[in-house]
Nanobody, 125 residues
Framework: QVQLVESGGGLVQSGGSLRLSCAVSGRTSDYYAIGWFLQAPGNEREGIVCINSHDDTTYYTDSMKGRFPISRDNAKNTVYLQINSLRPEDTAVYYC??????????????????WGQGTQVTVSP
């Protein structure tokens, strides 16, 4: 069973940057996809980006393009989400997840079967 552990969240001032990490373990295939989501207080979980392992193709939600570069280190089984130019409205719990299939199929949270525990990002004005 795949396990995902996010880290790197914290308190940051508006305009700053953070790099979140998603460590992946327990997978049974060399091919997998990782999606990043955020959930602000009182809101539903919202997709940011998904990356395929076999070709590093990335798929962004339109509203998230530009400030959330994603990268991966296959040797470390870790996927990174950089968040630039942070704003108070970015305050949320950030999750990584794997879809039920081995490739990105969109940003619907219901298509993702394994989730990490989330990491809190708080942006002060």
């Amino acid at each position: 069973q795949v396990q995902l552990v996010e880290s790197g969240g914290g308190l940051v001032q508006s305009g700053g940057s953070l790099r979140l990490s998603c460590a992946v373990s327990g997978r049974t295939s060399d091919y997998y996809a990782i999606g990043w989501f955020l959930q602000a207080p009182g809101n539903e979980r919202e997709g940011i980006v998904c990356i395929n392992s076999h070709d590093d193709t990335t798929y962004y939600t339109d509203s998230m393009k530009g400030r959330f570069p994603i990268s991966r280190d296959n040797a470390k089984n870790t996927v990174y989400l950089q968040i630039n130019s942070l704003r108070p409205e970015d305050t949320a719990v950030y999750y990584c997840a794997t879809p039920y299939v081995a490739w990105c199929t969109g940003h619907d949270a219901s298509s993702f079967g394994s989730w990490g525990q989330g990491t809190q990002v708080t942006v002060s004005p």
